[in-house]
């Protein structure tokens, strides 16, 4: 099956749960909800507003703005997230070992306001694109840490790995640009 085809199939099997779902806040959702809310209404949440980052319902803001339910903003945004991080993997990997690693529990986290599918996608995205294009790789892996700052040392082991794999990267300023980016990303929530 062609790249093309596996990820317009994978956005159906998306949509469809979607769509015959019935969104729900579970588990510290309620916080999420409620900086997506907030940031929807221009206002920026102080450190005592949550204890979670704002990178990852800054995504739905937009949507609440204009209107949609919290809990469907955060539906549709974990379905894009999922369908991109599929869509880049299995450009890179067979479709076989891609419906192996995307149709399973993650779908469950598919209508829950809850960063799960967020960094989910960032880190397949990020081990999808090592060999290829270890920036983009480091960006999503400093990305994914805005939301577990635990899994920020995975950016430096990415950067290693990558440096490892082929040295002429270390020559490639793009290397060190994702690199920057990556570290910046996951210092926001600590510098926070």
Known sequence: MRPAVASVLFACLLATLAATSAPRVVGDGSEYVHLA???????????GDARHFIVYPALAAPLVALGLP???????VNGLLLAAAFSIVVS?????????????????????PLPEPFTFAMYAIAFALLGSSPW??????????????GNAPVLGILAVSAAAASRAWLRDRRFWLGLAAGAALAALPPVY
């Open 70 to 76: 919290v809990t469907a903003a955060f539906t549709i």
């Open 136 to 149: 983009w790789s480091l960006v999503a892996a400093g990305a994914a840490a805005t939301h577990d700052p």
């Open 37 to 47: 809310a907030r940031l929807a209404s221009g206002h920026v949440p102080d450190a």
């Open 92 to 112: 890179r990997a067979h479709w076989t070992w891609c419906v192996f690693v995307f149709v399973g529990p993650m779908l469950w986290w598919l209508d829950k």
